[in-house]
């Protein structure tokens, strides 16, 4: 047995042995800390430019001149976005996952139909993503006639439309946005008469946005986007100034600004004007079902009896119908959010001049607006298909085929949506990317047209010389005068909205002008421009005119459609003019028109300067797909 001193000496040689044994693995850890730390230095220096990077990537964005560099998708049939978002499709009890609702709103009675029952009612279906509880997000909407309709093939609204709405779902929603469609009154499952745009369609859109926006699901932000008459009902929903402050933005391609401008220009008819909307859409609310009493309203018989009377009468025998659908200057005076605005420059269905000169509304007023002006017809920017079977040649924008398309489209709306929707990430250019009819894109930083152009004249008889045709025109179209300059001594690029002033005497109070432009090289023409006026509205704007026939000259202020055309060194400028046509009918007063040449008689073109100071030129994305690389 030890004693007590041996036990105290064991016991001191094993706390000897502990406290040696601590401090060597004390100085081991310090060493390892120390080795750590240097080479925790050395690695953050090393890797801090690609840490920096990595981090810049989430919040940076390709510059648009630069975004050809990048991998995008190019031999698809539509554009995508350059990363998958992180959230899948919420599944819902049917097999497109989507659910569907009724909107109740309030219609006054004057409107008839569901007015009158006080039960209108509006057809709505939505798509989530599946995002962690208690996360809120925006919704990006479709509104129109065509969801639930036989002209189409989306047979119920609960489908995703195939034009758009499926790639939203499929490019856009998987980064934290909500999706839907909504039918307009009178179509689909929505009640009340098909009012072709007017009080009650503009009332339902908004109710459908302030419910969009109240949801619980929804962070409160809203953004409608849609081409042609879905192009058009982001313009009615922004006239409301939106008291809640739910739409945020919207992106209208190829969307009316109003109703009268879409089939009248310079007071002269177009084809379809006189019957069209309300004969061809007219029929979606009456459908023969038993809900047809909600349905009916004046509309249906003042529609057409408007679109008679003005091409007739030059006005309107029913008051304000046209004011009531146009929508451009509430838009002015109310709207709140940002405006992303898509045209085509040959678009035949919806004309260029609803988004030129539009654009420069928007912005001296203060709206946060781009614009993306292709000289594609009434498409989108990223279908080649499409595309190549709708560009003709000979000045039609197959000239600018494949450089039209843009497959970084779907990339620049989430982009656009990420900073206006979600309130992340830079803010996207506010300028107008503009390609010219030779397929040239450029961006115009301020406005378009811009405001540094310079102003070409020549006179009919002079610099632009008489070659052929008499100088009085038929109505029957068969007859005109021909002029065409000397060639070129330099290439000019003409920017939006050429004009003809041309000093005419009539046979009577009437009469109709067509004009085209032309650029000509070794005997072949191909189409740069047109215009179109009836000469009772021959000082321009709305107001009808009266003169003394045959013995008062009148002088035609003649505006052609928005273009952006390059007319090449040693090519000529040739004009023509007809009595009629495009799809434009005769003149209602039909008369005989005598064309007086001189110095009040010319054509004025806006020419933009080529310096590259001035003038930001890019290239988008190649196109490879199988008809791009046929060419």
Same mark, same amino acid.
């Given at each position: 047995?030890?004693?007590?001193?041996?036990?105290?000496?064991?016991?001191?040689?094993?706390?000897?042995?502990?406290?040696?044994?601590?401090?060597?693995?004390?100085?081991?850890?310090?060493?390892?800390?120390?080795?750590?730390?240097?080479?925790?230095?050395?690695?953050? %220096?090393?890797?801090?430019?690609?840490?920096?990077?990595?981090?810049?990537?989430?919040?940076?964005?390709?510059?648009?001149?630069?975004?050809?560099?990048?991998?995008?998708?190019?031999?698809?049939?539509?554009?995508?976005?350059?990363?998958?978002?992180?959230?899948?499709?919420?599944?819902?009890? %049917?097999?497109? %996952?989507?659910?569907?609702?009724?909107?109740?709103?309030?219609?006054? /009675?004057?409107?008839?139909?569901?007015?009158?029952?006080?039960?209108?009612?509006?057809?709505?279906?939505? &798509?989530?993503?599946?995002?962690?509880?208690?996360?809120?997000?925006?919704?990006?909407?479709?509104?129109?006639?065509?969801?639930?309709?036989?002209? $189409?093939?989306?047979?119920?609204?609960?489908?995703?439309?195939?034009?758009?709405?499926?790639?939203?779902?499929?490019?856009?929603?998987?980064?934290? @946005?909500?999706?839907?469609?909504?039918?307009?009154?009178?179509?689909?499952?929505?009640?009340?008469?098909?009012?072709?745009?007017?009080?009650?369609?503009?009332?339902?859109?908004?109710?459908?946005?302030?419910?969009?926006?109240?949801?619980? &699901?929804?962070?409160?932000?809203?953004?409608?986007?849609?081409?042609?008459?879905?192009?058009?009902?982001?313009?009615?929903?922004?006239?409301?100034?939106?008291?809640?402050?739910?739409?945020?933005?919207?992106?209208?391609?190829?969307?009316?600004?109003?109703?009268?401008?879409?089939?009248?220009?310079?007071?002269?008819?177009?084809?379809?004007?006189?019957?069209?909307?309300?004969?061809?859409?007219?029929?979606?609310?009456?459908? *023969?079902?038993?809900?047809? @009493?909600?349905?009916?309203?004046?509309?249906?018989?003042?529609?057409?009896?408007?679109?008679?009377?003005?091409?007739?009468?030059?006005? /309107?025998?029913?008051?304000?119908?046209?004011?009531?659908?146009?929508?451009?200057?509430? $838009?002015?005076?109310?709207?709140?959010?940002?405006?992303?605005?898509?045209?085509?420059?040959?678009? !035949?269905?919806?004309?260029?001049?609803?988004?030129?000169?539009?654009?420069?509304?928007?912005?001296?007023?203060?709206?946060?607006?781009?614009?993306?002006?292709?000289? !594609?017809?009434?498409?989108?920017?990223?279908?080649?298909?499409?595309?190549? /079977?709708?560009?003709?040649?000979?000045?039609?924008?197959?000239?600018?085929?494949?450089?039209?398309?843009?497959?970084?489209?779907?990339?620049?709306?989430?982009?656009?949506?990420?900073?206006?929707?979600?309130?992340? *990430?830079?803010?996207?250019?506010?300028?107008?990317?503009?390609?010219?009819?030779?397929?040239? &894109?450029? $961006?115009?930083? %301020?406005?378009?047209?811009?405001?540094?152009?310079?102003?070409?004249?020549?006179?009919?008889?002079?610099?632009?010389?008489?070659?052929?045709?008499?100088?009085?025109?038929?109505?029957?179209?068969?007859?005109?005068?021909? &002029?065409?300059?000397?060639?070129?001594?330099?290439?000019?690029?003409?920017?939006?909205?050429?004009?003809?002033? $041309?000093?005419?005497?009539?046979?009577?109070?009437?009469?109709?002008?067509?004009?085209?432009?032309?650029?000509?090289?070794? *005997?072949?023409?191909?189409?740069?421009?047109?215009?179109?006026?009836?000469?009772?509205?021959?000082?321009?704007?709305?107001?009808?005119?009266?003169?003394?026939?045959?013995?008062?000259?009148?002088?035609?202020?003649?505006?052609?459609?928005?273009?952006?055309?390059?007319?090449?060194?040693?090519?000529?400028?040739?004009?023509?003019?007809?009595?009629?046509?495009?799809? @434009?009918?005769?003149?209602?007063?039909?008369?005989?028109?005598?064309?007086?040449?001189?110095?009040?008689?010319?054509?004025?073109?806006?020419?933009?300067?080529?310096?590259?100071?001035?003038?930001?030129?890019?290239?988008?994305?190649?196109?490879?797909?199988?008809?791009?690389?046929?060419?």
């Amino acid at each position: 047995m030890s004693t007590g001193v041996e036990q105290d000496a064991i016991l001191l040689d094993a706390e000897k042995d502990l406290s040696n044994q601590f401090n060597a693995v004390l100085g081991a850890t310090i060493a390892v800390c120390i080795v750590f730390l240097f080479v925790s230095i050395y690695f953050e %220096n090393f890797l801090a430019p690609f840490v920096e990077e990595e981090e810049n990537s989430t919040t940076e964005y390709t510059p648009l001149w630069d975004r050809y560099k990048k991998n995008y998708q190019t031999d698809l049939e539509n554009g995508t976005v350059l990363e998958k978002g992180p959230y899948s499709l919420m599944e819902t009890a %049917n097999e497109w %996952n989507s659910t569907h609702v009724f909107v109740e709103y309030e219609l006054p /009675e004057t409107e008839g139909g569901a007015g009158v029952t006080n039960d209108a009612k509006i057809s709505l279906a939505y &798509w989530l993503p599946k995002v962690p509880e208690g996360v809120k997000v925006p919704v990006i909407a479709e509104f129109g006639p065509y969801f639930q309709e036989p002209s $189409v093939q989306t047979p119920t609204i609960e489908v995703p439309g195939s034009w758009l709405g499926q790639m939203i779902i499929d490019q856009i929603l998987p980064h934290g @946005y909500a999706f839907a469609q909504v039918s307009v009154t009178g179509t689909g499952r929505s009640n009340h008469c098909m009012d072709l745009m007017g009080t009650a369609e503009q009332l339902g859109n908004d109710a459908a946005v302030r419910w969009l926006g109240e949801q619980n &699901w929804s962070n409160g932000n809203v953004g409608l986007i849609g081409k042609s008459y879905d192009g058009s009902t982001p313009w009615q929903a922004a006239m409301f100034g939106n008291e809640h402050d739910y739409l945020k933005t919207i992106v209208p391609i190829s969307g009316l600004i109003g109703v009268k401008e879409l089939m009248w220009r310079n007071g002269s008819s177009e084809a379809r004007a006189p019957f069209m909307h309300n004969g061809v859409y007219g029929s979606y609310g009456l459908d *023969g079902d038993e809900e047809d @009493y909600q349905n009916v309203c004046p509309d249906y018989v003042i529609g057409p009896g408007t679109g008679v009377s003005t091409y007739l009468l030059g006005s /309107e025998v029913f008051g304000d119908y046209w004011a009531e659908r146009y929508f451009l200057d509430r $838009v002015l005076e109310n709207y709140q959010g940002s405006v992303y605005l898509i045209q085509g420059m040959h678009d !035949w269905n919806v004309d260029p001049h609803m988004a030129v000169p539009t654009m420069n509304a928007l912005i001296d007023a203060g709206i946060e607006a781009k614009g993306l002006f292709g000289q !594609w017809d009434h498409d989108y920017p990223d279908r080649p298909q499409q595309l190549f /079977e709708r560009s003709d040649m000979g000045g039609r924008g197959g000239e600018a085929f494949p450089e039209m398309i843009r497959y970084d489209w779907m990339q620049d709306l989430l982009e656009w949506f990420e900073y206006y929707l979600q309130e992340r *990430g830079p803010q996207p250019g506010l300028w107008i990317e503009v390609q010219d009819n030779y397929g040239d &894109w450029r $961006v115009e930083f %301020n406005r378009y047209p811009p405001a540094d152009t310079t102003e070409w004249i020549a006179s009919l008889g002079d610099e632009l010389s008489n070659v052929g045709g008499s100088l009085t025109i038929l109505p029957d179209a068969s007859s005109g005068p021909v &002029w065409e300059t000397e060639p070129l001594t330099e290439t000019l690029r003409v920017a939006g909205t050429p004009r003809l002033h $041309v000093d005419v005497t009539t046979a009577t109070v009437g009469g109709q002008l067509y004009a085209l432009m032309e650029d000509c090289y070794e *005997g072949t023409c191909i189409h740069v421009g047109h215009a179109i006026m009836d000469l009772r509205y021959h000082a321009g704007g709305d107001q009808i005119q009266t003169w003394t026939p045959i013995f008062e000259t009148i002088n035609a202020k003649m505006e052609f459609f928005p273009l952006d055309a390059m007319i090449a060194e040693g090519h000529t400028i040739r004009i023509s003019l007809a009595s009629t046509g495009e799809d @434009y009918l005769p003149a209602s007063t039909s008369s005989i028109v005598t064309i007086q040449e001189g110095d009040t008689s010319t054509l004025q073109l806006d020419i933009i300067s080529e310096n590259l100071e001035e003038r930001r030129y890019f290239k988008p994305p190649a196109c490879t797909h199988e008809l791009c690389v046929s060419v």
